[in-house]
């Protein structure tokens, strides 16, 4: 999900291009929530040559206009959709990877304004998740190539499928999504809700993994344990496959929001478990 303000507080590099036309380049960063790609897409931005990559397709963005690409609606069917998962007091209603309906007029006008989101240099950097990659290129019998450039991918996976769901679980209830972020709420253990979370991350990776197969690409693949632990090592790797060996890695813009509450849950989780959880 996007997380206002966050760009504008770690002094983002990379300067948006004030020209209409499209972009020269595109850079698609191929994520599931909880994974780390904030930190990793904050690194890219940081340099001022891979463009910006945020979560322009989020359907909160869309329906806020919060980048300026314009405000969007759901088809009836969507919205009937929403509202019953709603009445049906699913606490996770809005995250349902079936709630959005596009019309195809309203994907080509989306898409097209999205492409006017390239830097100066004219690179277009979009973080994207499976829902929003789904629901607005392939349900429309598109995909990356909609642009007609250059195409880099980057997909960033998290081993530790268990913490990756705590994680989620406990930013859903707090909306409190980076360390950064002043909670609005207090962190709610429902184990429940950590297996929808499991549930969904796996049918997400499952998901990327077959479109991935189906167009032969091999996306450069980092781990979040990987970037956590080798911060600058790690996107220095991935500076270099994306064509900017020359850029110095911007420092670390967040810390990891992991403490002793998530140790607790995760000891709860696998205690309450039959069979306890695999971490990976």
């Known amino acids: 999900a996007h997380r206002p303000g966050l760009a ?38 940081g340099t001022g040559r891979l463009g910006d990559p945020r979560e322009y397709l989020d359907l ?9 690409i314009g405000r969007v609606h759901f088809t009836p069917r969507a919205r009937a959709g929403r509202l019953r998962r709603r009445l049906a007091h699913d606490p996770r209603w809005p995250h349902h990877l079936n709630q959005s309906r596009f019309t195809q007029r309203t994907v080509h006008r989306v898409l097209d304004r999205l492409a006017q989101r390239h830097t100066i240099d004219g690179v277009l950097s ?16 598109l995909d990356a190539g909609y642009w007609g450039v250059p195409v880099s991918w980057v997909r960033i996976q998290r081993r530790d499928r268990l913490a990756q769901a705590l994680s989620f679980q406990r930013a859903i209830t707090t909306e409190a999504w980076t360390a950064t972020m002043r909670p609005s709420g207090e962190p709610t253990y429902d184990r429940a809700g950590i297996d929808h979370a499991m ?11 077959t479109h991935f ?32 060996p020359a850029a110095p890695v911007p420092p670390r813009q967040l810390e990891r929001q992991a403490d002793a509450l998530t140790a607790k849950w995760r000891a709860r989780y696998l205690a309450e478990s039959e069979t306890p959880a695999s971490a990976s």
């Open 8 to 45: 504008a507080s770690t002094g983002t590099l990379a300067r948006m291009s004030t020209r209409s036309g499209p972009p020269s380049r595109v850079i698609l960063v191929a994520s599931t929530p909880r994974s780390g790609s904030t930190l990793l897409c904050l690194a890219m931005a």
């Open 60 to 68: 909160a963005s869309l329906r806020e206009d919060r980048h300026g």
């Open 126 to 141: 979009v973080k994207v998740m499976w829902g929003a990659y789904s629901w607005m290129f392939l349900a429309h019998g």
């Open 199 to 209: 549930r969904f991350i796996d049918h997400a990776e499952r998901s990327w993994d």
């Open 213 to 244: 197969a189906e167009i032969g690409e091999e996306p450069l693949t980092v781990t979040y344990e990987e970037l956590d632990a080798n911060y600058e090592a790690t996107v220095r790797a991935v500076l270099d496959h994306l064509g900017a």
